[in-house]
């Protein structure tokens, strides 16, 4: 069975920098977009990009892009979100997904999410 | 970027009725829409695709429906352990753009 499993929540300070992982388990992680989604408190889902570990290519949301990065290492099927200088509207739960072309590109495998909490 | 609207945002409905949200987008997405899932405190769960194809193991009392820019979710009777907040999103061009959510609530 495919699983994605996120690393912990974390608590950051305005400025500082942060990668979260995003493991695939089982087959074909290579083969597949994964995507990230945020969700801040209290509100909706939104679709932040997506990469295809096979060869990395990346789409972002223009509304993010330049404000984090999304990377893949396919020798160990995680993909990563970064972010270089955290703001505290940052503060937000983020789900990494599998985009599943063979289901109308729906997001059909969720990890549980990575909280990340940015105060001073 | 294509924008969804849905609607209701909330809604309250007794255990049994039959209950509907729509979808609409900004502009043609043909059949690429998709229908999520959401309960408090887990992560978003697909249950349609395509519009109208249900994800494996979801039960037959959900349904979707519609083409172009219009789009329909229903649950034929609605039951106690359907309380969550449930979400489109298209799949056409990206970004892949999530309506705002709409809320459920038992009466």
């Known amino acids: 069975e495919v699983q994605l499993v996120q690393s912990g929540a974390e608590v950051k300070k305005p400025g500082e920098s942060l990668k979260i992982s995003c493991k695939g388990s089982?087959?074909?992680?290579?083969?597949?977009?994964i995507g990230w989604v945020r969700q801040m408190p209290g509100k909706g889902l939104e679709w932040m990009g997506i990469i295809y570990p096979g060869d990395s290519d990346t789409r972002y949301s223009p509304s993010l892009q330049g404000q984090v990065t999304i990377s893949a290492d396919k020798s160990i099927s995680t993909a990563y979100l970064q972010w270089s200088s955290l703001k505290a509207s940052d503060t937000a739960m983020y789900y990494c997904?599998?985009?599943?072309?063979?289901?109308?590109?729906?997001?059909?495998?969720w990890g549980q999410g990575t909280m990340v909490t940015v105060s001073s | 970027d294509i924008q969804m609207t849905q609607s209701p945002s909330s809604l309250s409905a007794s255990v049994g009725d039959r209950v509907t949200i729509t979808c609409q987008a900004s502009?043609?997405?043909?059949?690429?829409l998709n229908w999520y899932q959401q309960k408090p405190g887990k992560a978003p769960k697909l249950l349609i695709y395509?519009?109208?194809n249900l994800e494996t193991g979801v039960p037959s009392r959900f349904s979707g429906s519609g083409s172009g820019t219009d789009f329909t979710f229903t649950i034929s009777s609605l039951q106690p352990e359907d309380i969550a907040t449930y979400y489109c999103?298209?799949?056409?061009?990206?970004?892949?753009?999530f309506g705002q959510g709409t809320k459920l609530e038992i009466k």
């Open positions: 502009q043609d997405i043909s059949n690429y």
């Open positions: 089982g087959d074909s992680f290579t083969s597949y977009w």
């Open positions: 999103q298209q799949y056409n061009n990206p970004p892949y753009a």
């Open positions: 997904a599998r985009q599943n072309g063979d289901k109308g590109g729906a997001f059909d495998i």
């Open positions: 395509d519009t109208s």
